[in-house]
């Protein structure tokens, strides 16, 4: 068959099934006007809880001048071609050795993305020989760099140190063999659940296995630990960490990423990492305005302050009215419902349309049939009237769920047999 042919006649995918329904409101929203806790959806202000912009840096006015002058100083495109051809600059080194200090390494090298980055330095890192064990829950940059190795890899139960055991001891077999080695891949805190990776338990088990480990610190990153060193600091294992990664896409309110560990070890991964040898530097107006947020991070501890202050009134306040955060001892915050993804659509337009809070949503298949998250991200630019508001919107939208208000808005709407037979 011709290729758009079969593309065409496809079912376009879990989530491009929804396309008709979802495409524009759901799926590809267009939230609008000034970035903050409160902009413009659909026609009207919406308290935002979606973007990860924690500290609140996004739109900082001292960011936003720093940006600024960085721009007018030196253009979009300086500089030109890859760091390692064309492109390096002393400041691309001064932010590597200033992000390497802040997370007690003493090495690191810049990602023009984090995504891109963790999937071709897990490509770098290992040969066919070596074996990688991971948690089930980690992120889709994880899960696709594993898919790109070409040796053998486990995956264990989400945060269940009994199972990093079992699949650890399957690994040595093979490298005992082999003469490979092993990498563990886990989080400092997963993104949709909001709990932190056991690094800790993990570390205890380095002894034993002779393992590397590999953090994804994309949420810890400015959150946790002193001064918001990541995941590790707050956990009293950074030392044991061997590769720490973090993006500037969430606290920095930034593009790009970092990842630092041994010297020896990113000079290895200078010289080998793909999606940075055949890529354009990062431009120098992000790199300087990434400097800026660095010493924000670093100098403005109200920031994390002020975020937590957030965080903890918005948990204990759901709590309070009966929902079902999880198990989060992060910023992140899932409300867990119950529910098929119509009611689900009806619930979310109604908390967008008529009680203006935007937040997103979370259904199969990335959660198991019947479960609905919504995912809340506080901010430390958030206010309580924000929260107050919210929580009382949540208390409203949790009695019509239950009283199955949303289950007959969905049938009508859609119509059992249209949507009801993809979630069977």
């Known amino acids: 068959m011709d290729l758009f042919e079969r593309l065409k006649a496809s079912d376009q995918g879990h989530l491009g099934k929804w396309s008709e329904e979802a495409d524009g409101y759901y799926m590809f929203p267009k939230l609008e006007g000034e970035l903050g806790p409160r902009m413009q959806f659909n026609g009207h202000e919406v308290i935002n809880w979606s973007i990860n912009n924690y500290l609140g840096l996004a739109n900082h006015p001292e960011v936003r001048a720093a940006d600024s002058k960085a721009a007018e100083d030196w253009g979009m495109a300086y500089p030109m071609g890859a760091r390692m051809m064309s492109g390096n600059t002393a400041q691309h080194e001064q932010l590597e ?146 590769i720490y990664f973090a993006t500037f896409a969430k606290s920095m309110g930034s593009i790009g990423a970092f990842i630092a560990s041994d010297k020896h070890v990113v000079k290895y991964l200078r010289f080998n990492i793909r999606s940075q040898i055949f890529a354009k530097a990062m431009p120098m107006p992000l790199v300087v305005g990434n400097l800026k947020r660095l010493d924000m991070i670093r100098d403005s501890a109200e920031l994390k302050d002020k975020l937590w202050v957030n965080v903890d009134y918005l948990q204990a306040g759901l709590k309070e009215r009966g929902f079902n955060i999880g198990d989060t001892d992060s910023c992140v915050t899932p409300v867990y419902l119950k529910g098929t993804i119509e009611e689900a659509m009806v619930l979310v337009r109604d908390l967008r349309e008529n009680y203006h809070i935007f937040c997103s949503m979370v259904a199969y298949p990335v959660i198991p049939r019947g479960m609905i998250i919504l995912r809340l991200i506080p901010t430390a630019v958030h206010t309580i009237a924000d929260i107050d508001e919210t929580l009382t919107a949540f208390s409203i939208i949790k009695d019509k769920l239950e009283a199955g208000i949303y289950k007959t808005q969905a049938d009508e709407i859609y119509g059992v047999p249209k949507l009801s037979s993809a979630t069977n």
Request: net charge negative.
């Open 97 to 242: 050795q200033e992000l390497a200090d802040f997370v007690d390494k003493e090495s690191s090298i810049l990602l023009n993305y984090g995504y891109q980055g963790v999937v071709s330095a897990i490509d770098c890192l290992v040969t066919r020989h070596d074996v990688i064990v991971y948690d089930s829950e980690s992120h889709a940059c994880i899960v696709d760099g594993v898919r790109l190795h070409l040796g053998k890899r486990f995956a264990f139960d989400h945060n269940n140190i009994e199972s990093l055991r079992t699949n650890l001891k399957r690994a040595k077999n093979l490298t005992d063999v082999s003469g490979g080695s092993i990498l563990v891949i886990t989080e400092g805190v997963f993104g949709m659940r909001g709990d932190q990776g056991k690094l800790k338990e993990i570390v205890e088990l380095k002894k034993e296995f002779q393992f590397r480990m590999f953090v994804d610190d994309a949420h810890g990153f400015g959150t946790l630990g002193k001064n918001g060193a990541g995941a590790g600091v707050e956990q009293g294992v950074q030392d044991e960490i061997d």
